[in-house]
């Protein structure tokens, strides 16, 4: 079982930068692959960015490249979300998800997670 607490967000000014922090529970984080999702009101929750367990592999929904960067420190066990250049698109609950698996692996969809987070709200104001 894997505890997720994200903090973080906030409300920030269009082309502000943010970032999002999910602190596991347990001492096998090292052993899980991890991503965020968010949902903004009345939409479904969408696939943001992924990481595999060791850190090795990344990827982002083309929405978000080249703006935010998901990464992990396995000793805080902790995975990060730096976004920058901030749009009110980005407005949503962000949450952080993990699943135990091989390394490398990427998982982009809401089904492949086993455990959530409660979420974190990223207001973006024009």
């Known amino acids: 079982q894997v505890q997720l607490v994200e903090s973080g967000g906030g409300l920030v000014q269009v082309g502000g930068s943010l970032r999002l922090s999910c602190a596991a529970s347990?001492?096998?984080?090292?052993?899980?692959?991890m991503g965020w999702f968010r949902q903004a009101p009345g939409k479904e929750r969408e696939f943001v960015a992924a990481?595999?367990?060791?850190?090795?592999?990344?990827y982002s929904a083309d929405s978000v490249k080249g703006r935010f960067t998901i990464s992990r420190d396995n000793a805080k066990n902790t995975v990060y979300l730096k976004m920058n250049s901030l749009k009110p698109e980005d407005t949503a609950v962000y949450y952080c998800?993990?699943?135990?698996?091989?390394?490398?692996?990427?998982?982009?969809?809401?089904?492949?997670?086993?455990?959530w987070g409660q979420g974190t709200q990223v207001t973006v104001s024009s």
């Open positions: 990481i595999s367990r060791s850190g090795s592999n990344t």
């Open positions: 347990g001492r096998t984080f090292g052993t899980y692959a």
């Open positions: 998800a993990a699943r135990f698996a091989i390394d490398t692996i990427l998982l982009i969809t809401t089904t492949a997670y086993h455990y």
